[in-house]
């Protein structure tokens, strides 16, 4: 398999997709609420980072 260097895509437990996939925002992560840590632990949904990458709600437009 080749594995392009320079950018690497790193997924969180939390994510919805890998960070730069189009139509994905990167949003405070809603189970530490941007902490990164819970109760002394590293957050697990966003891996610490206080940030998950989440497809925003689905808006059908009329
Ligand atoms: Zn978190």
Known sequence: MAEPSGSKRIMRPGDEAPTGTPG???V???E??????????PCIACNGTGM???RPENRESA
Do not use: F, S
């Not at 530490?32 to 632990?41: H, M, P, Q, Y």
């Open 24 to 26: 994905t925002d990167e």
């Open 28 to 30: 405070v992560c809603p």
């Open 52 to 54: 998950v990458n989440r």
């Open 32 to 41: 530490c609420e941007g902490a990164g840590e819970l109760i002394g632990k």
